[in-house]
Nanobody, 129 residues
Framework: QFQFVESGGGLVQPGESLRLSCIASGFTLLNYAVGWFRQAPGREREGVSCISRPGFMTRHADSVMGRFAIYRDNAKNTVYLQMNNLQPEDTGVYYC??????????????????????WGQGTQVTVSS
């Protein structure tokens, strides 16, 4: 099945950290750029971070710059999102998706700009005191 499986979400307090994992199922992750996205209740899905196929280039939304990091282990078919100094506005369901048309040194953090596919079920992140 051509899909991602996300995990690692949870309930944390402001200032704490989480690491999300995204495992590719049914395809070889090396051939795809990968993006992390989130959706809060009542809001549209927004881009968070993305990483190019070999992992040499990453991009982040302004709202998470300096706090989040994205990296990949192609041997494990997995992409990670390290989230530090979490804030209540980071609350939402986090998804990952794959872009098979991206060049080797390209990714786009905006979900509507690229043909992202293989969306998983998401993992809930709640930041609350």
């Amino acid at each position: 099945q051509f899909q991602f499986v996300e995990s690692g979400g949870g309930l944390v307090q402001p200032g704490e950290s989480l690491r999300l994992s995204c495992i590719a199922s049914g395809f070889t992750l090396l051939n795809y750029a990968v993006g992390w996205f989130r959706q809060a209740p009542g809001r549209e899905r927004e881009g968070v971070s993305c990483i190019s196929r070999p992992g040499f280039m990453t991009r982040h939304a302004d709202s998470v710059m300096g706090r989040f990091a994205i990296y990949r282990d192609n041997a494990k078919n997995t992409v990670y999102l390290q989230m530090n100094n979490l804030q209540p506005e980071d609350t939402g369901v986090y998804y990952c998706a794959a872009d098979g048309d991206a060049g080797p040194l390209f990714c786009d953090v905006e979900p509507h700009n690229r043909p992202y596919e293989a969306w998983g079920q998401g993992t809930q992140v709640t930041v609350s005191s």
